[in-house]
């Protein structure tokens, strides 16, 4: 008896690994779509803009085709049939996402007419629902929370852990993650940004390694981490960055001296006053042409973290500040906006 059990409860072991997780195929659904959907599947990629076969399939499919479609063999198909379903403003689209965040097949989406990349479906369900703008605060906690505690892996999880509070259901995610180097710098300096604003002392050496050994077009996330927490570990980071980049090479990004600005201006110390007071030297720099902005990116980062000390560099600069500075200088940047 107990082997026949055994027996039995490996055939059903078996029999589930063998069953498809797409299990509908084209030929499934009804004729007059069959010649649509062969046309989007033919494509082998996600196109950019409407078609006359994605029209069709919005104009025509019902909600429960749709949801046949979401589990399709053809993963083309499943982004499709979503964004179909969140532009028909359907009231589950939320509660549909949350069910197929495990979709890891790579899909080629052209997210520009000029400019594609391979995508996982479920990276896509979410920026579709995310782009449509619709998702409530509520919901994004809980997609948050699933994405970062669950699916991880997903490329939507650096943007999220980059935008989030500190948390500590999430800072062992966020550690791991800052340790990966990829071809994408963004992705582990994005994943130290995150880190660095739980300023914990134990990820004081840690970052200030890997902020010493990189050198890329990142580096504004060096700054921005360093900002987040100005400890005094990382200030000969910031003097080496005036010796090394900003007096030898051309400057690449404003990007860079803008946050790099703020965090030396963080410190409100005599240091940071005198770094910031050699940024505006001009013979500093191999070619001048940017040293304007410069200018500002100082004016504006030591209006931003206002203290005593810097009060007659304040008085320096501010005639030199255009109406246009002046206006939006306690108005939030457009830049920094988070979705998550």
């Known amino acids: 008896m107990k082997k026949f059990t055994y027996i039995i409860l490996i055939s059903i072991i078996f029999s589930c690994g063998r069953e498809k997780p797409y299990p509908n195929k084209i030929s499934d659904f009804r004729s007059e779509l069959q010649i649509h959907l062969k046309k989007l599947a033919a494509e082998k990629k996600v196109p950019s803009s409407d078609t006359i076969a994605r029209n069709f399939i919005k104009e025509n499919c019902t909600k429960e085709e749709l949801l046949k479609l979401l589990n399709c063999e053809d993963p083309i198909l499943r982004v499709i049939a979503y964004r179909t379903l969140v532009n028909k403003n359907d009231k589950d689209y939320f509660k549909i996402l949350l069910g197929h965040l495990s979709d890891t097949t790579k899909v080629e989406w052209w997210y520009f ?5 391979n995508f996982m479906v479920s990276d896509l369900l979410i920026r579709k629902a995310e782009d449509s703008r619709k998702l409530t605060q509520t919901e994004k906690n809980i997609l948050i929370d699933s994405v970062l505690l669950k699916h991880s892996y997903l490329d939507v999880s650096n943007w999220m852990l980059q935008d989030i509070e500190p948390n500590e259901k999430y800072y062992s995610v966020i550690k791991q993650k800052s340790k990966i180097k990829t071809d994408r710098c963004g992705e582990q300096l994005g994943a130290c940004y995150a880190l660095s604003k739980f300023k914990k002392k134990e990820d004081l050496e840690f970052l200030k390694t890997i902020f010493s050994t990189i050198e890329s077009p990142c580096e504004d996330w060096i700054f921005k981490s360093i900002e987040e927490n100005p400890n005094d570990i990382y200030f000969p980071i910031l003097k080496k960055f005036l010796e090394k980049t900003i007096k030898k090479k051309k400057q690449s990004s404003s990007n860079d001296l803008k946050y790099y600005c703020r965090a030396i201006a963080k410190y409100k ?13 001009k013979s500093n720099y191999p070619d001048t042409w940017y040293f304007k902005y410069n200018e500002e990116n100082v004016f504006r980062a030591i209006h931003k973290y206002k203290e005593p000390i810097y009060g007659d560099l304040y008085k320096k600069l501010k005639p030199k500040m255009s109406e246009y500075v002046m206006e939006y200088l306690d108005k939030p940047d457009y830049t920094e906006r988070k979705t998550w």
Do not use: F
């Open 269 to 281: 110390n005599k240091e940071s006053l005198a770094l910031l007071t050699e940024i505006l030297d």
């Open 113 to 117: 007419e000029d400019a594609a990349d």
